[in-house]
Nanobody
Framework: EVQLVESGGGWMRPGGSLRLSCATS????????IAWFRQAPGKEREGITA????????KYADSVVGRFTISKDNSKRTVYLQMDSLEPDDTGVYYC?????????????????WGQGTQVSVSS
């Protein structure tokens, strides 16, 4: 059974940092790209960052470049999202997703497996 489990969400003041984790099981980890998506209140879900399975190539949305960093630990089958300089607009539910991609994309149709999401709230 494929599982992706997000953790690490919570509340943070603007300017602060949080680190999300996505623990995975049930698929070949280094043959799948992992992406983070988020859905802000009242908005559509958007892709914000992704990392390839084979060589660790990364992709970032303009809204998070320079503030967020995606990384992974193959031995733990876990992908991390380090979020620095958080802003109120970063508030939302954060999802990780896996798909057998060779080229990174934020198109949801290519990600076959999804986690349940973790809430991130940024406010003063």
């Amino acid at each position: 059974e494929v599982q992706l489990v997000e953790s690490g969400g919570g509340w943070m003041r603007p300017g602060g940092s949080l680190r999300l984790s996505c623990a995975t099981s049930g698929f070949i980890f280094d043959e799948n790209a992992i992406a983070w998506f988020r859905q802000a209140p009242g908005k559509e879900r958007e892709g914000i960052t992704a990392i390839s399975g084979s060589n660790g190539v990364t992709k970032y949305a303009d809204s998070v470049v320079g503030r967020f960093t995606i990384s992974k630990d193959n031995s733990k089958r876990t992908v991390y999202l380090q979020m620095d300089s958080l802003e109120p607009d970063d508030t939302g539910v954060y999802y990780c997703a896996a798909g057998p991609l060779l080229l990174l994309t934020f198109s949801e149709k290519w990600y076959y497996h999804w986690g349940q999401g973790t809430q991130v709230s940024v406010s003063s």
